[in-house]
Structure formats: structure tokens, C-alpha cells
Nanobody
Framework: QVQLVESGGGLVQPGGSLTLSCAAS????????IGWFRQAPGKEREGVSC????????YGGDAAEGRFILSRDNAKNTVYLQMNSLKPEDTAVYYC????????????WGQGTQVTVSS
């Protein structure tokens, strides 16, 4: 059974940094992509970034704006999202998810972690 557990969310001041973790278990080789998405109150969920477990290629969504760095540790089955220069508009619930590839339509989701950027 595929399971994803996010951690690392919290309250951070504007301009600060935060690193989210996504620990995966039960993944088969078919699940090559680990992606991060976010959903702010009253807004649709949007893609942040995605990484290939096989070769580490990353794909940044519009939300990343070059401020977010995605990395993986295959030995720990964990993907990290380092978020820098955070803005209040980055406030959202952040979800990690897995799929066969980063352009897939069907994803398996984690429970999400809240990130709040506020002074």
C-alpha cells in the first residue's frame, strides 16, 4: 500500500526558509514521480515541483518561481522541498503525491502539511 507522509510545515516570517519532507513507503518502480502541490484557501490546487525518483530530473511549476529546490534521498525514500524567500502568498496546505510520471493525471496523495508565511 502506497503511503506518503509530509512533515516540516509551520509558521515562518516573510523572507524566511522552510524545508518540507515527504516520506514514501510501499512504492513500486511504477511510481517514478514525486510531486509537491499546494492549495491556498479559496484557490485551486496548483503544482509546485516534481522529481523523477529514477534519475532525479526536476520539473518546476509556476508556483516555484525559482525559489524552491526539490531533492531526493532514495535510500530514505524521502523527497525534500526547500522553500526560500517565502512570501505571504506562499501560505497554503502543501501536499506531496506520487504517480507514474510528472505529467500524469492520476496521483496518490499524502495528507498535507500547513505552511503559513506571516509576520
Amino acid at each position: 500500500q502506497v503511503q506518503l507522509v509530509e512533515s516540516g510545515g509551520g509558521l515562518v516570517q516573510p523572507g524566511g526558509s522552510l524545508t518540507l519532507s515527504c516520506a514514501a513507503s510501499g512504492l513500486t518502480l511504477d511510481y517514478d514521480a514525486i510531486g509537491w502541490f499546494r492549495q491556498a484557501p479559496g484557490k485551486e490546487r496548483e503544482g509546485v515541483s516534481c522529481i523523477s525518483r529514477r534519475d532525479g530530473t526536476t520539473y518546476g511549476g509556476d508556483a516555484a518561481e525559482g525559489r524552491f529546490i526539490l531533492s531526493r534521498d532514495n535510500a530514505k525514500n524521502t523527497v525534500y522541498l526547500q522553500m526560500n524567500s517565502l512570501k505571504p502568498e506562499d501560505t497554503a496546505v502543501y501536499y506531496c503525491a506520487t504517480a507514474t510520471h510528472c505529467s500524469a493525471y492520476t496521483w496518490v496523495w499524502g495528507q498535507g502539511t500547513q505552511v503559513t508565511v506571516s509576520s
